[in-house]
């Protein structure tokens, strides 16, 4: 069976997918973006795993996808750590070949800090 090779802007497809290619800093957000060429929303499994001994807690996206016609495979295996003296919680979405991970800040209160005299 011949091999279909195909290229990105990262070299040949499967290179660099488990790292982002947008990151963006909001307002209380800071949002990831990655490419997903052939993974869909069926394809995708998020969880979070937290590691008692060490108090870390991570964010992992894992995915498959085989083309039987053409033999391209992609796979994706995001493992993020998250602080959690930062943030709290997060969202994802999977639309038009980008899964987009949200992570939203925890909202500190404002310290009680004024002018003497």
């Not at 033999?71 to 980008?98: A, V």
């Amino acid at each position: 069976m011949e091999k279909l090779i195909l290229n990105s802007i990262y070299g040949e497809w499967g290179n660099d997918y488990d790292k982002p290619i947008h990151t963006i800093e909001r307002t209380c957000q800071k949002i990831l973006q990655y490419e997903l060429i052939g993974l869909g929303k069926d394809h995708i499994i998020v969880t979070t795993e937290f590691i008692n001994k060490t108090k870390e807690l991570f964010l992992i996206v894992t995915g498959k996808f085989n083309d039987a016609m053409t033999g391209f495979e992609n796979e994706i295996n995001i493992r993020l750590q998250i602080d959690t003296n930062i943030y709290c919680s997060y969202d994802y979405k999977i639309e038009n070949g980008l899964l987009t991970i949200t992570l939203f800040e925890k909202i500190n209160e404002v310290p009680e800090f004024h002018k003497v005299g």
